[in-house]
């Protein structure tokens, strides 16, 4: 992608981010319809929907060529990441917005040709908008953030973590190596919104994120932001990212992913 056409898409999508941002904050308190999806805790509401019909038609009308892969199904039937594609969550952490009122975040990644391109993550209700233009560094509320720290080991760090990975009866990674995990570390967090957790990373809040069950618009923005800073992201297994797929992940400083991954984490077949 030419650097004129990236800077125009990133004014475009930061411009639609901030108004759909206005748009749930000002109906925050609005009586909500709610429903599930998956599962009883999957949940989703009217606005997770309109919010993304309001990218999906913004996106439509300014690139009719651009193809949309969205959480809620107002996107595009793909099969590939070829051409521009914009990964949209809407409503990133929808039980936060549901019982909390705050802690969800909008998520967006833009591709190029299977390249990440643009990620946003915008934290509505405290109006932290962060930013990445891949090579460009990453923002948060247009201040640079800084290269992570490459030195300080994974007993002094702090991992967002689902503790659902420590019962023995979860169906994807081995327990005990959890549980190893949460003893070597100084601590562990947990936010309820994925693209909050890799903004953290990519702030230096958090020294990394792991978890096993993640959807492509979960995590398409984070990993922009996350790489930009000089972190590493990958599968739970240090393999790519497949971003057309549930997949599990790990987003790091450099210095402790290798070893997450090949001394706590083993993956159930």
Do not use: C
């Amino acid at each position: 992608m030419d650097q004129q056409k990236k800077n125009e898409i990133f004014d475009y999508a930061k411009a639609w981010v901030l108004e759909a941002g206005e748009r749930i904050k000002s109906n925050i308190d609005s009586p909500r319809s709610i429903e599930t999806k998956s599962n009883p805790n999957d949940l989703v509401t009217e606005m997770d929907q309109e919010t993304e019909q309001f990218f999906a038609k913004k996106i439509k009308e300014t690139y009719p060529d651009h193809y949309l892969l969205g959480e809620e199904g107002f996107g595009d039937e793909i099969e590939d990441l070829g051409g521009t594609v914009w990964i949209v969550d809407p409503i990133d952490g929808t039980m936060n917005f549901v019982h909390q009122k705050r802690n969800f975040a909008i998520s967006i990644g833009i591709y190029y040709e299977g390249e990440g391109e643009i990620g946003l993550i915008y934290n509505v209700m405290e109006e932290t908008l962060y930013t990445a233009k891949r090579g460009e560094g990453a923002y948060k509320n247009d201040v640079k953030l800084s290269p992570l720290n490459e030195e300080r080991p994974l007993n002094e760090s702090i991992l967002a973590l689902n503790t659902s990975w420590m019962i023995p009866e979860n169906p994807h990674v081995d327990h005990q190596g959890i549980h190893d995990l949460v003893k070597k570390l100084r601590s562990t967090r947990s936010y309820g919104s994925a693209a909050l957790e890799f903004a953290l990373v990519a702030e230096g809040i958090l020294d990394g994120y792991l978890t096993m069950t993640l959807m492509p618009w979960d995590y398409a923005a984070g990993s922009i932001l996350v790489r930009e800073v000089g972190g590493i992201v990958t599968r739970a297994d240090r393999e790519e990212l497949d971003l057309l797929n549930k997949t599990t992940v790990l987003a790091s400083r450099p210095n402790i992913h290798e070893e997450i991954s090949s001394e706590y984490v083993r993956l159930k077949k």
